[in-house]
């Protein structure tokens, strides 16, 4: 298995661009999610999904889009991106097993906004 | 609000040396609380998972205990080794919902 898969590792954006970070699970889970992290302020969930068809905001969705049309697939579109956007972002995985929600992490995104 | 604590930021030990990493939180309603590595430039890596009904969990030279009335966990790495070197993350999930929150890490460095 690949596990959880993230393209790409790195990009550029000017302000007011739009772009999408593709994640990619081979795990058959049922759970995604998206982390941002942040110096000093360790990681934040911006968006998740409970399976294909459903996704639910976290704590920091603005400015953010996501959709699940397959289990294995879970894309995060910048709008319209803001500075305040560059980060890191981590794509994550997780069934309900039988010790609870273990959650797979992708290698992240790191994304600059300039 | 759920907040996560780890105390210290930052430690450097001496290779072969017992540690203990913190862990608070406020909230003691957590289903389970998560231990992650995470190395310079990467991803994280799971190391130890605790549920509510647990105090303890290990793997390996890693233990990992669960105290939630007192709203705190440690997780205890035994004969510290350089490859040990990294950022220690810990999370908890506040009710089965698989919305993990997170505390900002300690970085550890085994000194050879």
């Known amino acids: 298995n690949a596990g959880v898969t993230q393209t790409p590792k790195f990009q550029v954006l000017k302000t007011g661009q739009s772009m999408t970070l593709q994640c990619a699970q081979d795990m058959n889970h049922e759970y995604m999610s998206w982390y941002r992290q942040d110096p000093g302020m360790g990681l934040r969930l911006i968006h998740y999904?409970?399976?294909?068809?459903?996704?639910d905001q976290g704590e920091v969705p603005n400015g953010y889009n996501v959709s699940r049309s397959t289990t294995e697939d879970f894309p995060l579109r910048l709008l319209s991106a803001a500075p305040s956007q560059t980060s890191v972002y981590f794509c994550a995985s997780s069934y309900a097993g039988s010790n609870g929600y273990e959650q797979y992490f992708g290698p992240g995104t790191r994304l600059t906004v300039t | 609000k759920q907040e996560v604590t780890q105390i210290p930021a930052a430690l450097s030990v001496p290779e072969g040396e017992n540690l203990v990493l913190n862990c608070s939180f406020t909230d003691s309603a957590i289903y389970n609380l998560q231990w992650f590595r995470q190395d310079p430039g990467k991803g994280l890596t799971s190391l130890l998972l605790?549920?509510?009904?647990?105090r303890e969990q290990t793997s390996g030279r890693l233990n990992a205990s669960l105290d939630k009335s007192s709203g705190r966990s440690t997780l205890y790495i035994a004969a510290s080794q350089p490859g040990d070197s990294a950022t220690y993350l810990c999370?908890?999930?506040?009710?089965?919902?698989?919305?993990?929150?997170f505390g900002t890490g300690t970085l550890l460095a085994v000194q050879p």
């Open positions: 999904s409970v399976g294909a068809g459903i996704t």
């Open positions: 999370a908890v999930d506040g009710g089965a919902t698989n919305k993990l929150i």
């Open positions: 605790i549920q509510s009904s647990q």
